[in-house]
């Protein structure tokens, strides 16, 4: 026999259990009424695939930056972690290819983002196993101060790793040197620059220097 709802004070009342598809109860003293969720038929339709593509390729590339992510991506975490703030701008705004080769588009992706007025020009160098990252000083432009610290990611995305510096060399200091392992020799290693104030309260959009590979 199937389990009926109990209607309270005649038709126009209030009722418990289940009628179909709606459920009745009182809490509080307040009678409401819901509906069953939907079950899933086939959580794997092509839309899922798709965006689980998504998500697995810019969390790989995000993961490898977290460290960085923390400081560049603060002022949009509110309620969300840094990396999850992250996250929803990569994958609706940095993917390439097709289901199911999905990748970061590494002259899209920012792995800082704020007000701050970010770096104009940049260039690249390699020594040993050294990047160099180079920048224009264009402090008094914009918010942008001499004493601004240099927020650097230097990802191979290859091997799914990176190396990042949270406050390096200041503004005016027009460059910053990341080491890099030795083992990174001939990967194409991409560089991103933004800055972070003084007083840390502060964080540009980061800007994509470009790639180099070491030799």
Known sequence: MKKMGKIKNGILGAFSG???????????GVAYIRSLPQSVKNPRTPAQLMQRSKFLAAFTFLKAVNSLLRVGWKAYATGRSPINAAMSY????????????YSVAPDMALVSRGLL????????????NSVLVKWEDNSGTGSAQATDRALVAVANQSKGEAVTVNGGAARSAGRQEVNVPAVWQNDDLHCYLGFISEDGKEVSNSVYAGSIAIA
């Open 18 to 28: 289940k009628v179909g598809t709606v459920v009745g109860a009182v809490w509080n």
């Open 90 to 101: 990569t994958i609706d705004r940095a993917m390439t290819g097709s289901y199911p080769n």
């Open 117 to 128: 007025t970010p770096a104009f020009e940049t260039d690249l160098g390699a020594a040993g």
